[in-house]
């Protein structure tokens, strides 16, 4: 999956428009039109790391989508797929609960990475 996709998939995932993320990181909305239509490779970190909060992704991740170096040392433009095991069983709503709370031990395990 690419870092524009990533971006629009989670942005409609937490029911915002691209004037709610421009109104809550001050990133322009036509910028994050051409963020997710992919037409930027490699946004600053700034603004990486705005969008990760916002979104609830992981920083890392995004890092790696836009082609840099992570503290891992790799380059990846890569992002992990496929669903994980386990929630066959589960409703859809149980399911997005469930990544919801994947996505917020993330965003705690970012907090406590840049807090100390």
């Given at each position: 999956m690419t870092l524009g996709r990533t971006l629009r998939?989670?942005?409609?995932?937490v029911g915002k428009t691209l004037r709610d993320?421009?109104?809550?990181?001050g990133i322009s909305n036509g910028y994050l039109s051409q963020l997710e239509s992919d037409h930027i490779k490699q946004p600053s970190p700034r603004h990486l790391y705005k969008l990760a909060d916002v979104l609830r992704l992981d920083y890392e991740e995004l890092m790696q989508l836009a082609g840099y170096v992570t503290p891992a040392g790799?380059?990846?433009?890569?992002?992990?797929?496929g669903e994980l095991s386990?929630?066959?069983?589960?409703?859809?709503?149980d399911k997005q609960k469930v990544k919801a709370y994947i996505q917020d031990l993330r965003?705690?395990?970012q907090a406590r990475k840049f807090s100390g």
């Open positions: 998939n989670a942005r409609k995932q993320i421009e109104g809550t990181t790799s380059i990846s433009r890569h992002y992990p797929t386990g929630l066959e069983g589960l409703t859809e709503e965003a705690a395990r």
